[in-house]
């Protein structure tokens, strides 16, 4: 419970949708709206540490985004590496923040230089745990499924496991979010009504909030309407 009573999350999802009809709408080129999207990415996750959110999960960079024009994939990238170098920068501002940062998703296609970035922000916020905060980029819930099944059948083949061994609980340990609680609710912005190949296993018992918001608009104030709405959800888990 936060200060008012109302029920927080463990764990909350986003999905950042909205960059590009944003800036469509006010005649910008598509990159500005993403430029703008990253700022509120950064708003959203201080004020969500700041009430009590202990986990995060921000969906940045879909595998299927690769299918977006080179010019507007370049840029995303050029913004993802500029973020990844200032938190190198703000080393003690991320220290006092208690950010755990951890990126989801395969590094591999990335490019050489941000793959090396996103371990070093790794590895110096591993301490931290105020926060998790995942970040999802070369993102795909089908994907992971994959990922998980190939790791769980080469330890079949090795004979450390047998496949009576494997549970929800093992399957789940072999998932990019090992160790954390699935989200307990999953935002999305933009009118859009879908999951978009996100955190598919994981969601299974997560409250959905759909809004109309785009990403770039996207306040803390929409953030307290998700979590009210959240709060007034009776969840059974299958139960009565």
Known sequence: MD???VLLPEHIAIIMDGNGRWAKKRGLDR????KVGAEVFRKICQYGSDIGIKYMTFYAFSTENWKRSAFEVGKIMDLFRKYLEEMEEREQENEEAGYNIHFIGSREGMPPDIAELMDVVEARSGEKNKVHINIAVNYGGRDEIIH???QLAEKVRTGE???E???EDVFSGNLYTAGQPDPDLIIRPSGEERLSNFLI???AYAEFYFSDVLWPDFTKEDLDKAIEEYSRRNRRFGGV
């Open 161 to 163: 496991l047998s496949a």
């Open 201 to 203: 296993w994981q969601s």
């Open 31 to 34: 990159t500005e709206g993403h």
């Open 148 to 150: 998980a099944a190939r």
């Open 3 to 5: 200060k008012n009573g």
């Open 165 to 167: 061994d494997i549970t």
